[in-house]
């Protein structure tokens, strides 16, 4: 039986005039013109890459990616979220505003890929040591916009509408005390002036084979909340612990406790969550039992209800295991970003220009991913559909492939001009389309 969420983006696209039936001459001219970008966009990804920046420090990447807009005709804006930058391109015809967006930022993580191109960036973080690598994508993200920008400012004439191309900063979040990221940016106004009507994101993916896109109707990707818990007890020495209430054994139980949330409270057939410790801290000496221990980590859901069942859970947990040990839990639980929600009706719309760009045979629909993006807060206000590129080599297996985030991250370079491809397109479809 087909999926409800299949049945509902069938169902959407036979009341919407497909986009892509107007523009055919101009996505032809789209694809032609990408293709002749690859070596400059694979330039400018190297480039990035070996030069990664954090969150709010991005400001070589803002630099090169200003100067660029300014070269080809386009309106700039910068220190947006305080990095950011936002260009505008007016086609040579009225219309809607479609806004295309790209993360700059970098993790904090030791690149051990022995690339030619590898970053050699280190820095500290969280008060630790560590290299910078864009262990993401987020360097090819950059310049697939820079290419897509090149692309349809050579055929802005042709153009009804206005194209604005948003960098944005930090979405791997900012560094500790600080803000930033889309909410920042939305709450700038990078939306407005002039307003958006709709935006397209895309993402690597170094698990999906080059030529493929992948997409979902509706929640793709989990809200992402984070928590922390600190458990205090009793200090004493190490060789009297009947004279502590020690918060170390307290917190590995309530890290235990924490786990039966997913695996027995958790009604997983109606969507995934996950809850996980990510850090601990407690102690400055062997022999010595600390008053307090600090656990963080995250939450990730799906569904509104299961977001607010699973805190309500994380409190009732953590402060009731603390009591029963005579220590003390406080449990602070913050929202990083909202469900990544692709909206039906513009991914009904949108869906056969996908088709049109990678191949029918080459376009699917995923499963929803726990994993998060801040894409979401744009979503919030408009609507928006955000898509997965292929970063793998060809006919290689995705479990031998590393993940994002680790060292070894990689990324076939040779799926970069489907991305600008499919940018340009879904920005050309959409002010083209007939209302």
């Not at 107007?22 to 996505?27: D, E, H, I, V, Y």
Request: net charge neutral; glycine share 10%; with cysteine.
């Amino acid at each position: 039986m087909p999926r409800f969420s299949t049945l509902l983006t069938t169902a959407l696209a036979l009341t919407t005039l497909p986009a892509l039936a107007q523009n055919a001459a101009l996505n032809a001219r789209i694809a032609k013109l990408a293709a002749q970008e690859e070596s400059k966009v694979i330039a400018w990804r190297r480039d990035i890459h070996e030069h990664p920046e954090l969150g709010n420090q991005e400001t070589r990447t803002a630099g090169i990616i200003a100067d660029h807009l300014k070269k080809l005709g386009i309106e700039v804006q910068t220190g947006v979220a305080r990095t950011g930058v936002v260009g505008i391109l007016r086609g040579g015809k009225p219309g809607l505003v479609v806004a295309l967006r790209a993360d700059m930022d970098g993790l904090p993580v030791m690149e051990t890929t022995g690339l030619p191109f590898a970053s050699q960036v280190k820095t500290t973080y969280n008060n630790q040591p560590v290299g910078v690598m864009h262990a993401c994508g987020h360097d090819t993200h950059v310049a697939m916009l820079l290419g897509a920008a090149e692309v349809l400012s050579q055929v802005k004439k042709d153009l009804p509408g206005t194209v604005k191309f948003i960098f944005q900063p930090a979405e791997e979040g900012s560094l500790p005390g600080e803000t930033g990221g889309a909410k920042l940016m939305v709450q700038e106004g990078v939306l407005t002036n002039p307003k958006v009507d709709a935006v397209f994101g895309l993402h690597i993916n170094a698990q999906t084979e080059v030529g493929n896109l992948r997409y979902r109707p509706t929640g793709e990707m989990a809200a992402a909340d984070v928590f922390t818990i600190k458990v205090k007890g009793k200090s004493a020495h190490g060789a009297y612990p009947w004279l502590s209430v020690d918060p170390v054994v307290t917190a590995a139980q309530i890290i235990l406790g924490l786990q039966t949330i997913i695996s027995r409270q958790t009604e997983l057939t109606k969507d995934a969550a996950v809850l996980t410790v990510g850090m601990v801290h407690g102690g400055v000496r062997n022999n010595i039992i600390p008053e307090q221990v600090e656990l963080t980590g995250t939450i990730r859901t799906l569904d509104k209800d299961m977001q607010q069942k699973l805190w309500a859970d994380v409190r009732r947990t953590a402060t009731g295991i603390a009591s029963s040990a005579g220590a003390t839990a406080e449990v602070e639980i913050v929202n990083y970003t909202p469900v990544t929600y692709n909206d039906p009706k513009l991914t009904a719309q949108m869906a056969p220009t996908l088709r049109a760009v990678a191949g029918a045979g080459n376009v699917q629909e995923q499963k929803a991913v726990t994993g998060a993006e801040d894409f979401a807060y744009f979503q919030e206000k408009v609507p928006g559909l955000f898509v997965f590129v292929g970063g793998m080599p060809k006919g290689k297996n995705p479990a031998d492939t590393a993940p994002h985030h680790t060292p070894n991250f990689f990324v076939d370079e040779s799926g970069l001009t489907l991305g600008v491809t499919t940018l340009a397109t879904l920005a050309a479809d959409y002010l083209g389309a007939k209302r």
